[in-house]
């Protein structure tokens, strides 16, 4: 009997499901989180009586035939950007991506990471860096005199000066974007590195070559539907119990079978 089997894979997957609801849960605050979800796949069968096997000595075709399936399987738990609200903070380093895009980062080993939480600060340095002390890849530094810091659409960062009526130009913000965005490697800290799946970063100008816009004094909110993550917990709770109750079954089945005399 293969209901044992099958069933702890049914089990093993909604724990799967499970786990990744309650990370989405988790997250429901947190700066632009994107959402996680499971996908699964029957895994082989038991080919018995193959579709289209010959069933006489006449030629006669079997229409359907005897296929088993042996359980499921966790395929990918794969990411939906989906565009979160934007908050307004009035922070001048805060910064939302409105569209597609992500900000690129430079980790301590140099190598570079993505995401899209803009809340930025400034370092002792007059950098900006995110709450960890990543500085943007653009290098944007703000002199320690600028009395206001003025962020457009497009990425360019200005800043004003006592005496100054005009503003002026510092730097700009470049966004990245990347053919598959699922196949991003996250890292944890709102951070993703590019990967073979997810292709070579492409670096533009905000507002070109399908990047989305940068919004000052903005920040994303998380992207996670907690009615629909509710949802989808109480579903998968369900499915548990059904494939615990499979393995009961099946266990008093092949008791019975022992008492036969």
């Known amino acids: 009997m293969n209901a044992l089997k099958i069933a702890a894979t049914g ?3 909604q724990q799967t499901r499970v786990d990744v609801i309650s990370n989405n849960i988790a997250n ?3 700066t632009a989180y994107a959402p996680r979800t499971a996908q699964f796949a029957d895994l082989l069968y038991q080919q018995y009586l193959p579709p289209g096997a010959l069933s006489s000595e006449n030629g006669t075709v079997v229409p359907a ?11 990918s738990v794969s990411i939906e950007l989906t565009q979160g609200a934007l908050r307004e903070t009035g922070g001048q380093l805060d910064l939302a ?21 803009g809340k930025f600060n400034r370092s002792p340095e007059g950098q900006m860096v995110t709450a960890d002390g990543f500085p943007l890849a653009d290098n944007i530094v703000i002199p320690n005199d600028a009395r206001q810091v003025a962020i457009s659409t ?10 100054q009526a005009q503003p002026q130009q510092l730097a700009s913000i470049t966004m990245t974007v990347f053919a598959n965005t699922k196949g991003l490697e996250a890292l944890g800290g ?5 990967t073979a799946a997810s292709g070579t970063p492409i670096t533009s100008a905000p507002g070109t070559d399908g990047v989305g816009l940068m919004r000052q004094g903005f920040l994303e909110e998380s992207g996670v539907d907690v009615v629909e993550e509710i949802s989808e917990l109480i579903e998968a709770q369900r499915g548990y119990e059904l494939n ?12 019975a079978t022992t008492r036969i005399r």
């Not at 409105?98 to 899209?116: C, K």
């Not at 709102?190 to 590019?194: A, G, T």
């Not at 615990?244 to 089945?253: F, L, N, Q």
Request: glycine share 12%; no cysteine; proline share 2%.
């Open 244 to 255: 615990s109750k499979v393995i009961t079954a099946a266990d008093e089945m092949l008791a």
């Open 190 to 194: 709102n951070l993703f590195r590019e």
């Open 154 to 163: 497009d990425g360019t960062v200005s800043a004003f000066f006592d005496g």
């Open 28 to 30: 429901m605050s947190t």
């Open 11 to 13: 089990m093993a997957a």
């Open 97 to 117: 991506i409105e569209g597609n895009g992500f900000f690129e980062i430079t980790l301590p080993s140099g190598e570079s990471a993505f995401t899209r939480d």
């Open 65 to 75: 035939g005897i296929q088993l399936g042996m359980g499921v399987r966790t395929t």
